[in-house]
Nanobody
């Protein structure tokens, strides 16, 4: 069983930065994929960024160049550094991990990010 707990959300002005963290109960090193998703009010959940066990990263076009996903194996955490935030980045952000056999997705409870002046 894997538990994921997000932190770091909050209110920030446009152009500002936030760093989200995801603390995992298991070893990050053993995960197939670590990812961040987001869901804005009235919209479907969408992939923001992901990193594979082979350190390959992917980003949605809307955040490319502004967000960076990273993992810290020693601390069993995954992070999402968000720079140059825009009002359209406002959403609940969820950490997710693909782990185990058969590979199963595990989800955190989410953390809210609001970008507003």
């Amino acid at each position: 069983q894997v538990q994921l707990v997000e932190s770091g959300g909050g209110l920030v002005q446009p152009g500002g930065s936030l760093r989200l963290s995801c603390a995992a109960s298991g070893s990050i090193f053993s995960f197939n994929i670590m990812a961040w998703y987001r869901q804005a009010p009235g919209k479907q959940r969408e992939l923001v960024a992901r990193v594979t066990s082979g350190r390959i990263t992917n980003y949605s076009d809307s955040v490319k160049g502004r967000f960076t996903i990273s993992t810290d194996n020693a601390k069993n955490t995954a992070s999402l550094q968000m720079n140059d935030l825009k009002p359209e980045d406002t959403a609940d952000y969820f950490c997710a991990a693909l782990w185990g056999l058969p590979p199963t997705w595990y989800w955190g409870q989410g953390t809210q990010v609001t970008v507003s002046s």
